[in-house]
């Protein structure tokens, strides 16, 4: 054989493989048991020893594989590896059945969506986030979300106007509630009310805490708690809750759900009401008035094709209350019988549409009112001694894109338009907020250990100056047991209706506030009245223009995973606040009151640290334990007289932070889960524990003093249950079992209260 010969026979025989077997292309999906996407899931082919990431939708694909046969292998944190042989169709493009993965029972994984607005494994979220699951909700016994979020690392309940909740330092008016992507309205002096949002028919509540406004917009300073309600995806399921518990409180709940093959829908409704309770035997008024609330929830979905689907959300809630009080003194007091209603409500329309080729596109508008009508009647006589009413509504209409770019990137983009506005008594005119605002948020995973995301918002608005809020993100996986997360951003409070509109006088004492818009005129108002005695500070020295409140954040942590049961995250926070708004005294009346109006006058900021550590000691033993370490203070600053180095007289501004009140330095949390699976019994105990705080301004310098503290105390709570059959549930409980009250600072603990509770599932 000449040479010519022998290369061309080598030839042949080295590309003979490849023609014998053409090269080809696989595609497949990963999913949980539930047939819900698996993100990021690493998928791998041998011989070749190839791999790749599932994308948003837990799809992957190779190209161009050389191989007839392969092994591929599927793995996911928190669930058991897949592995199996395939023989490849060399003919055509081979699409495979979905490989659905089986959660390992300890580490299984929990999905969030409020930290980037797509559903994310929170592992792989670089923002510190807390997820409180239905099995938690439904283990404490907890009814209603102001109970389940007492007892979460970081957060502490505030009475104000209701009970809110205070996140690393903040009031409860920093914080944004939403259900279901969509916020919450009805705010009284800043704060939504906790307690009259059940929890019955909740999967999960997601928190992200640090200003989030570059997603979210205002009101998301210190960060964002979203009620992410259940979607259930059999046929037909009903589940039917009832409670009972101290003071006559009683909680009936419902939960039904229906599906067709392109059909979903969902009802939940929910009554809650209760005797209130009084921990100050002596006073004529109740500490908790009685009260009769009434929640419903409905949900449905309609699969227009197999790319466009629809949704629609209604939710309504109404609360009426019955309380007493008083005129003069208690020896002989006026009876004066109160009734007062809430009514909310709200509507989402929202419509979906998969491309196909990487992009997804929502279009929504979202509609919401408030209402609250409240009245004082004289017992004796029943004439009317005072009556107040409010009315907010919010429109919003919303669009949002996401792009997937392929497995590494990943673009989100949205815009919209906001109306808001507000009728009340206390509002001379009908306030209107116009806004509107736009959003892009990038994110970019290069392999399975870096995760880095980018976000920038605009909004725009009638009544303060424009608001560019950005955020930048990461997250590094060292190794499998150690991960890395830094976030920095800014988030912004916009002034609200209150704060800029507002015209009250007390009927009793007779001060006076004004919103900061109409201060001007309204102090002219009465200045013509002969009612003003001195002005305080002149007319040219308040802002032209009321501005938000701006906060710059950065929180860092760790995430370690010592051994396969135990799990420590730690998170250091910093938050810098400046054009803080706050009231203060322009001008004195002739009766010797004085008249308010808000300024953005001061700089606060908030650091610390926290510490969450879970230990699944036992197959049927979990134990966790948090702890908060909070430094929040506010300037505060003085002019002083001083002698300067030449001997003369001159004045000299100081400024200093101290601590804030209301805000224990140390809090800290123990839980622990007991389950016996063969009875199937569980029992648990949890305990809350706050430092020391600041109460009351004795001295009137506006900041804590060694003298001013209230002591710690601690909060236990413990709950058994029992199941039959798979469908019935029996619970019993005791909250606050040491019996611990302080009624001055905490009128929502009403002493130890008992209660039990029994549910039916059937589907």
Request: aromatic share 12%; hydrophobic share 35%.
């Amino acid at each position: 054989m000449n040479r010519l010969a022998f290369l061309l026979l080598a030839v042949v025989l080295i590309l003979l493989p490849v023609f014998a077997y053409p090269q080809t292309a696989m595609k497949g999906k990963v999913t949980d048991k539930e047939g819900e996407p698996l993100v990021q899931a690493h998928v791998k082919i041998n011989p070749s020893e190839r791999y790749t990431l599932t994308d948003v939708n837990g799809e992957f694909r190779f190209d161009d594989i050389e191989s007839n046969e392969i092994a591929i292998t599927v793995s996911y944190l928190g669930f058991q590896t897949f592995e199996k042989k395939l023989r490849l169709n060399r003919e055509e493009d081979m699409i495979l059945p979905a490989f659905r993965l089986k959660a390992v029972r300890f580490i299984a994984p929990t999905y969030v969506v409020t930290a980037t607005r797509s559903r994310r494994d929170i592992e792989d979220v670089p923002e510190p986030v807390t997820v409180i699951s239905e099995d938690e909700i439904k283990k404490t016994g907890s009814t209603r979300l102001s109970e389940i979020l007492a007892e979460q690392t970081g957060l502490t309940l505030t009475a104000d106007h209701g009970t809110g909740i205070q996140v690393q330092g903040f009031d409860a008016e920093y914080t944004k509630i939403m259900i279901d992507g969509q916020p919450l309205i009805g705010r009284t002096a800043g704060t939504l009310d906790l307690s009259r949002i059940s929890v019955g028919n909740v999967k999960q509540v997601e928190m992200i805490k640090g200003p989030s406004s570059a997603l979210w917009g205002s009101d998301a300073l210190a960060g964002v708690i979203n009620i992410i309600t259940e979607k259930n995806t059999q046929p037909f399921a009903i589940d039917v809750n009832t409670g009972y518990s101290s003071n006559q409180t009683i909680d009936l709940g419902t939960n039904l759900s229906f599906q067709t093959e392109n059909l979903h829908n969902s009802i939940f409704l929910n009554q809650n009401s209760s005797e209130g309770y009084r921990l100050n035997q002596a006073s004529i008024s109740k500490t908790v008035p009685e009260y009769q609330s009434y929640t419903a929830y409905y949900k449905t979905q309609w699969e227009a094709s197999d790319a466009l689907d629809v949704n629609v959300k209604a939710r309504y809630y109404q609360e009426n209350q019955q309380s007493t009080d008083y005129l003069g003194s208690l020896n002989q007091p006026i009876l004066l019988d109160g009734k007062d209603q809430q009514h909310e409500y709200g509507l989402t329309g929202a419509l979906n549409w998969d491309t196909g080729k990487g992009v997804k596109v929502e279009v929504s508008n979202y509609f919401s009112r408030f209402k609250t009508d409240n009245e004082y009647r004289y017992r004796l006589g029943d004439s009317l001694y005072e009556h107040s009413d409010f009315d907010q509504l919010l429109n919003k209409t919303s669009a949002q894109i996401i792009s997937i770019w392929n497995n590494h990137h990943f673009t989100t983009i949205g815009g919209g338009y906001q109306f808001e506005q507000l009728v009340a008594e206390r509002y001379s005119d009908k306030p209107f907020f116009n806004s509107y605002f736009g959003y892009i948020q990038h994110e970019w995973m290069p392999d399975s250990k870096w995760d880095l995301s980018v976000g920038l918002r605009y909004d725009g608005h009638n009544a303060y100056n424009a608001q560019v809020s950005p955020k930048l993100s990461t997250r590094f996986k060292a190794k499998k047991w150690i991960h890395f997360r830094v976030s920095a951003g800014s988030g912004f409070k916009a002034p609200d209706f209150r704060q800029l509109y507002l015209d009250f006088t007390n009927p009793t004492v007779g001060y006076t506030v004004f919103g900061a818009d109409n201060v001007d005129d309204k102090i002219l108002d009465l200045q013509s009245r002969g009612q003003i005695q001195t002005i305080l500070i002149p007319f040219n020295q308040l802002n032209s223009e009321m501005d938000a409140e701006r906060s710059i954040a950065l929180n860092a942590g760790i995430d370690l995973f010592f051994w396969k049961h135990v799990s420590l995250r730690l998170n250091a926070f910093r938050n810098n606040v400046r054009d803080l708004i706050e009231t203060a005294p322009i001008a004195t009346k002739t009766n010797g009151q004085s008249v308010y109006t808000y300024f953005n006058l001061e700089k606060v900021y908030t650091q610390g640290m926290e510490a969450q550590l879970r230990w699944e000691l036992l197959e049927v033993l979990n134990v966790s334990a948090g702890y908060q370490f909070l430094d929040a203070r506010r300037r505060f600053s003085e002019i002083r007289t001083i002698v300067n180095e030449g001997g003369h007289l001159e004045q000299k501004e100081f400024s200093s932070y101290e601590p804030m009140f209301n805000r224990s330095t140390h809090t800290a949390n123990v839980k622990l889960y007991y389950l016996w699976e063969q009875p199937d019994v569980g029992f648990n105990v949890r305990g809350n524990w706050y430092g020391r705080y600041g109460r009351f301004d004795q001295n009137g310098n506006g900041f804590v003093d060694e003298n001013e503290y209230n002591p710690s105390y601690m909060i236990w709570n413990t709950a058994a249950s029992k199941t039959f059959q798979e469908r019935y549930e029996l619970r019993m409980g005791i909250d606050n079992l040491l019996n611990f009250t302080r009624p001055s600072d905490f009128p929502y603990y009403s002493g130890r209260t008992f209660f039990v509770q029994f549910s039916i599932h059937f589907n």
